[in-house]
């Protein structure tokens, strides 16, 4: 199974969601979060080659239609119900995939066509992918204020896990990170990257 890479913005309670959607909109999370999911790694580009998404059926849920699939990724929702509607256009069929667990979402990677897999949340589908040897990064954005929230990241198990420097962090997704903490109007967050041991 190839390794993959948890993508989270979570509070210090570890809060990642409120009533099923984001909490916060910070712009440049999110334009980190798309970035980072899509930038295929150097040694790999290729045409016809893009990373994977996979997600759970109420964070698929929660993009906005208009924003769904996420473009240039390769698209995997994960969901009980073999016949759930993603209500696709016939031209987004080929970028999207049903699945009835993780892992047959991860089985289903091709790794000629899809280079970096990122598991992307929510907290049911972070939990499950947690437990896998092959999760080898967590990509963390801190939100250092206090939210709000009714969904929760899984505790990051120090002995699994550390801690990167910021060194490490650029040196993952290929391009300079704004360092230290953050602002954005009342909020404040910092760019992390905890590694698996
Ligand atoms: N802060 C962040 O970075 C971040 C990122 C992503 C999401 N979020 C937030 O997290 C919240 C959503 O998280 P969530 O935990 O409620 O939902 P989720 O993990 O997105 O999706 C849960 C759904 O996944 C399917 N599922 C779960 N376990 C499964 C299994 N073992 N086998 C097959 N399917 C399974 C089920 O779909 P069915 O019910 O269809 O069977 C379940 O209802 C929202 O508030 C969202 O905004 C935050």
Redesign the pocket.
């Given at each position: 199974m190839t390794q993959f890479t948890l993508?989270?913005?979570?509070t210090e309670e570890l809060g990642?969601?409120?009533?099923?959607?984001?909490p916060w909109r910070i712009p440049k999370d999110m334009a980190f979060f798309k970035k980072v999911t899509t930038t295929v790694p150097r040694s790999v580009r290729a045409p016809n080659v893009q990373n994977a998404v996979i997600?759970?059926?109420?964070?698929?849920e929660?993009i906005p239609r208009k924003f769904r699939p996420l473009d240039n990724r390769f698209n995997i929702v994960?969901?009980?119900?073999t016949s759930?509607n993603l209500q696709l256009e016939d031209d987004e069929q080929q970028h999207v995939k049903l699945v009835?667990?993780?892992e047959t979402a991860f089985s289903s990677i091709d790794s000629s066509k899809q280079a970096r897999v990122f598991v992307?949340?929510?907290?049911?589908?972070?939990r499950?992918a947690m437990q896998h040897a092959e999760c080898s990064h967590i990509l963390l954005?801190k939100i250092k204020s206090k939210i709000d929230c009714d969904?929760f990241?899984p505790e990051i198990n120090n002995n699994i896990y550390r801690l990167a420097s910021h060194e490490e962090l650029e040196d993952y997704v290929e391009e300079a990170v704004p360092e230290g903490l953050q602002k954005y109007k009342d909020l404040e967050y910092e760019f992390t990257l905890y590694v698996r041991k």
């Open positions: 993508v989270v913005a979570a990642i969601g409120l009533k099923s959607n984001l997600m759970g059926r109420v964070t698929w929660s994960v969901s009980r119900n759930y009835d667990s993780l992307i949340g929510g907290a049911q589908i972070y499950l954005t969904t990241f």
